[in-house]
């Protein structure tokens, strides 16, 4: 062993020792040694992107996929494009490790009363600090260990997020013992104090005529997906998603209801608002999935919500609280529901198949012209393979999918929904390929696509199975929307002065195939061309009609089951039954 080594070679161990397998970098003279480090070690794949939002952005899909960090390299005017990435990461609690590199020690401004000192000196710890669990730079290179340690399990440790560890680029270079190790550890969980809960929580399930138990992404965040879908099976109680655990349960589970929130599926909105009593597993029951009405989804019922954040917890006042671990919870709730008989309950049974079939999510949009986006998404998961995710960039597309989509058993759905970044998707799913060693299919607008194109070099030099489906509706039809419902349809910067390039010839300019569908009768055959090699990267462009929005949705300070929907759209017959009660 060598008597000493480089901080930038230590961190390559520390990164080995954490079994942190994948790198997203872009090159910078400030980061330059670690990337030299990492090159001639061997044993961490360094993928090069080719903007540093795209960097963060697959760093953040590689963890979101498994759960598992992985690190994100920038440095000056690259460390500040990272920013957006990590506050999605934070929001949407992914574990990531982003490393920054930084001006010499001696350059950094300090108290001196300039804005700037050194060459692309910036103060991203600083910035970083409120979109982060922590930030560090080290003063000194025997700094890096325990800083390093710190870092990687407070990304992992109870509600998982971004760490950020700045070094000055003398640092980087800075020896340190050879013998020095890094010292791994298990991630913290909070435990469960009062497991008594559970006697009253059961008492009040047993006599609840019609309960749900809300799944929220913290479900995944805690990696709890296995012990929760036992529970559910063990409880037999019907469930509604938010967007981000659309995938804990198999579409054809008999227990799954729908989509939860302001564009969700209007059966499972409605659902929502006649319960009785309500499990809520990882869900922070924000405005978007509960309404901005919170008092009429509070009342007349019975709440129960189970979060490993306590902060998060006190949006509805009336629910009881219980702080723990979703992983641990599921277990010791299971081994309690084990001695509690399932009750059936057919009358409610009965009762959401009912607002199912009223309400069904393809007839939201009624016989619109040209291809249905709903539709589209059914399209999509019956052509699609067991063994592939789907990653859904913001916009209009990401709504009418959730609606819609239905994701297999092993499947993941995988929207960034917290801070809902354009441009996300296609490196997301970079950092998703990359993790899962199998298909990705991008779900993206034409809009947000032209964020982050670029990156479609890095999938063609990777040989990633990417299939990209471009909707294409040739405007920001969010804004669009929201320009038709509240500012009298007028459309500057989403139709007025935006249009787009040829999107199939662009893809073909990088040397991937491509393909445009704009009828409905053509959206089955376009779907089985682009799965005919699984795993090549392919785009297919499908037009949609400009005007269409995204419905149901609740208007802002409506309840959930105040749902605005087409104009002239008329309920089926069973719809007619269903309004009449």
């Known amino acids: 062993m060598r008597s000493t080594i480089t901080v930038s070679e230590y961190i390559v161990r520390a990164l080995r020792a954490w079994d942190i397998s994948h790198v997203f970098t872009l090159p910078g003279g400030l980061i330059a040694p670690i990337i030299d480090a990492i090159y001639r070690d061997g044993s961490i794949r360094l993928v090069n992107m080719h903007h540093e939002q795209s960097v963060a952005f697959a760093v953040d899909g590689f963890g979101r996929f498994n759960g598992r960090p992985a690190v994100g390299l920038g440095t000056g005017p690259g460390a500040t494009n990272l920013l957006t990435p990590i506050t999605s990461s934070f929001l949407d609690s992914i574990p990531a490790v982003f490393i920054t590199g930084q001006v010499q020690s001696y350059l950094l401004k300090g108290a001196r009363p300039v804005r700037q000192f050194g060459l692309q000196e910036a103060d991203i ?31 992992l440790d109870g509600r998982p997020g971004p760490v950020l560890v700045e070094l000055p680029s003398d640092l980087q270079t800075a020896q340190v013992p050879g013998e020095s190790q890094p010292r791994p550890r298990p991630p913290a969980k909070p435990r469960m104090d009062d497991a008594g809960v559970l006697s009253s929580l059961f008492d009040e399930l047993s006599a609840a005529e019609r309960p749900l138990v809300l799944v929220g992404g913290g479900v995944r965040a805690a990696r709890a997906t296995e012990a929760c879908r036992a529970l559910l099976a063990c409880l037999d109680v019907p469930a509604i998603a938010t967007v981000t655990a659309l995938d804990v349960l ?71 609280t219980i702080v723990a671990d979703l992983g641990e919870f599921c277990r010791l709730a299971l081994e309690v529901a084990r001695d509690h008989a399932p009750l059936g309950r057919p009358q409610w049974t009965q009762r959401l198949d009912e607002l199912r079939h009223a309400w069904p999510d393809t007839n939201e949009l009624g016989d619109c012209d040209g291809i249905n986006p709903n539709v589209l998404a059914r399209e999509l998961s ?10 859904v960039d913001a916009g209009q597309h990401l709504w009418w999918t959730a609606q819609s ?3 297999r058993l092993g499947q993941r759905f995988l929207p960034s929904l917290g801070l ?32 982050n194109l670029q990156e479609l070099q890095t999938v063609v030099r990777n040989r990633l199975p990417i299939k990209i489906l471009l909707v294409d509706n040739r405007c920001h039809g969010s804004v669009r929307q929201f320009q038709e419902e509240h500012l009298e349809a007028r459309y500057p910067t989403t139709v007025i002065d935006y249009d787009t390039p040829d999107f199939t010839r662009l893809a073909e300019a990088y040397g991937i195939r491509s393909r445009e569908v704009s009828e409905p009768d053509g959206v089955g055959e376009a779907l089985s061309w682009l799965w005919d090699d699984p795993m090549d990267a392919a785009l297919l462009r499908v037009e949609i009609p400009m005007l269409l929005n995204v419905y149901p949705n609740v208007p802002f300070g409506a309840p959930l089951n105040v749902m605005a929907g087409r104009p002239g759209l008329e309920p089926s017959r069973a719809a007619a039954v269903v309004q009449g009660r």
């Open 125 to 155: 710890r600083a910035m970083a600090g409120p979109v982060t669990k922590g930030t560090w730079r080290p003063e000194t290179a025997a700094d890096v260990s325990a800083i390093l340690d710190d870092a990687i399990a407070l990304s």
């Open 420 to 451: 809902g970044p354009c441009g996300y998707s296609l490196p997301a799913a970079i950092g998703v390929a990359l993790s899962s060693h199998r298909p990705a299919v991008v779900v993206v607008g034409d809009g947000a696509f032209q964020f």
């Open 250 to 320: 198999d579409a054809d589970d008999p227990l799954r209801v729908g989509l939860i929130g302001m564009f969700g599926n209007r059966w499972a909105n409605l659902a929502a608002m006649e319960t009785d009593f309500v499990l809520v597993l990882g869900s922070k029951l924000d405005l978007g999935t509960i309404g901005a009405d919170v008092n009429a989804w509070a009342k007349g019922r019975t709440i129960y919500q189970v979060d490993c954040d306590p902060g998060e917890m006190r949006r509805v006042r009336t629910a009881r």
């Open 382 to 391: 019956a052509a699609s393979p067991t063994e592939c995710d789907f990653v």
């Open 405 to 407: 989509i239905q994701p």
